[in-house]
């Protein structure tokens, strides 16, 4: 391999935003376990949100699943206004179906549906999750005693595993997740609690004590936001919520996307959260993901790398190792997924400059 030494001031920065990376991987030292399912019920009453637009063909999995789970208390499904036959498969499959309000003006579907389901709810706990999801027995009830062990102000939210079936998205889908690592680092940490404006949640999974989110502001706080996850975690930690991010991969699965072209255009519409964050946390986002994740490979491969680059490239197979349990499914298009950090960084930097606000057939 030939190092190239004459390019410091590249080197420089990239040193510097490394050094920032190791700072945020170096919390995974006290990483809580994933949570394990739990028989029975808890000690509170939970109601399970679901919002959901056109889901007639993926929300069946998730509602076959929770309509005999002896810890919810009900089950709501809110209808946004779906052009299928979604209310009544929820109703089939013993949902209570309630018909999301018009949306006002200037406000993003989903969490106006959430904030509804929340005012219609009567569990003194609440869950909600995406129609797309597959919970395993014992999922509720585990979110709910993590949750009424946690502080009052508390917004739970869990990390989950992914199904993707397509070499495309298996190729695909790793080098995103590896950018979120890059700039938050893992959640999911005892004593940890983020700065306000670098929260994060995953909004297929989230809880909290009904009451004392409805008192906050509930998801009427990220109304206006596409990445409302995002939003309604910052906005609750700003008026001094923690957050509680726990693994829920072994009872949660997820099938996002169904091809490689959905995942492209459809994850990494979001990933960057660029309604929510302040361009100089884009900016340093953005450095950080092309000098630390993109570029080293490529680096390296035009014989122009630096040790530094070494160190990166076997950071960076070190972190797709432990990617492993978060996917389903494996083989050779998962294993070659960074070789596909390039193009990632590219379509999120690309999101970053050109903020797609269109979804479900609607432009925001």
């Not at 089939?92 to 219609?120: D, W, Y």
């Not at 999750?129 to 939210?157: H, I, K, Q």
């Not at 004593?191 to 409805?214: D, T, W």
Request: charged share 20%; with cysteine; hydrophobic share 50%.
């Amino acid at each position: 391999m030939c190092v190239n030494r004459g390019v410091r001031p590249f080197v420089s920065v990239q040193a510097g935003l490394t050094a920032l990376v190791l700072a945020r991987l170096a919390r995974g030292r006290n990483r809580r376990g994933p949570l394990a399912p739990l028989a029975g019920a808890p000690d509170a009453t939970v109601s399970v949100v679901i919002p959901a637009r056109d889901e007639a063909d993926r929300i069946g999995p998730v509602l076959r699943a929770l309509a005999d789970d002896p810890a919810v208390h009900e089950l709501i499904v809110v209808d946004d206004h779906s052009t299928d036959e979604t209310a009544r498969v929820a109703v089939n499959h013993g949902a209570r179906v309630v018909l999301a309000p018009p949306l006002p003006t200037g406000c993003v579907g989903k969490p106006s549906a959430l904030q509804h389901g929340l005012e219609q709810a009567t569990g003194e706990l609440v869950v909600t999750l995406d129609a797309d999801v597959r919970p395993e027995p014992g999922l509720v009830v585990a979110l709910a005693d993590a949750l009424l062990a946690a502080p009052a102000c508390t917004l739970l939210t869990g990390t989950v595993r992914f199904d993707c079936r397509s070499l495309g998205e298996r190729f695909l889908h790793p080098a995103f997740l590896a950018s979120l690592v890059y700039r938050f680092g893992p959640g999911d940490v005892d004593g940890f609690q983020p700065r306000p404006s670098r929260a994060v949640a995953n909004g297929q999974c989230l809880a909290a004590r009904r009451e004392e989110l409805l008192a906050a502001g509930g998801f009427a706080l990220s109304a206006e936001h596409m990445t409302d996850d995002v939003a309604l975690a910052r906005a609750l930690r700003r008026r001094g919520w923690e957050l509680l991010t726990v693994d829920v991969s072994d009872l949660l699965e997820v099938r996002m996307y169904t091809s490689a072209a959905e995942t492209w255009t459809g994850w990494s519409r979001s990933l960057m959260a660029p309604d929510v964050t302040a361009a100089p946390w884009l900016a340093l986002d953005v450095a950080t993901l092309w000098a630390v994740q993109a570029l080293p490979l490529p680096r390296l491969l035009a014989r122009r790398g630096s040790r530094l680059d070494l160190g990166l490239l076997v950071l960076r197979l070190a972190l797709h190792g432990a990617f492993r349990r978060t996917y389903r499914d494996h083989g050779a298009a998962f294993w070659l997924a960074p070789l596909a950090d390039l193009p990632a960084v590219a379509r999120l930097t690309w999101s970053v400059l050109r903020a797609d606000r269109r979804w479900r057939g609607r432009r925001y």
